[in-house]
């Protein structure tokens, strides 16, 4: 998968379907996609979407009105969104090697 906005769909897709009580499948995924999805590219995403600790694509908190408790509700957003470009950079690198 070379383009990361389509796996980030694959991974939307994935969330959908689990929020659904539906465990994420490779022909699910495929079948749910407005696009041609090649089954190693599902597989992928469903793996990305088990392994992901954090659950990237949850909502986002309430926004905290107390300035301290906003500075490190961002601190730890930062540190969430860093984790996830080190993912993706890991998973270019890997792409780019194949």
């Given at each position: 998968m070379k383009d990361p906005a389509i796996h980030y769909s694959l991974l939307s897709i994935c969330k959908q379907l689990q929020e659904k009580g539906?465990?994420?499948t490779a022909s699910l995924v495929r079948a749910k996609a407005h696009?041609?999805?090649?089954?190693a590219d599902a597989i992928t995403a469903i793996k990305a979407f088990h392994s992901?600790?954090?659950?990237?694509l949850a909502a986002q908190p309430e926004?905290?009105?107390d300035p301290v408790g906003r500075i490190e509700q961002?601190?730890?957003?930062?540190?969430?969104l860093e984790k996830v470009l080190r993912g993706v950079e890991k998973y270019l690198s890997d792409q780019?090697?194949?």
């Open positions: 539906i465990k994420p696009f041609n999805v090649n089954i992901d600790d954090d659950d990237v926004v905290m009105s961002l601190e730890k957003r930062v540190a969430q780019e090697r194949v």
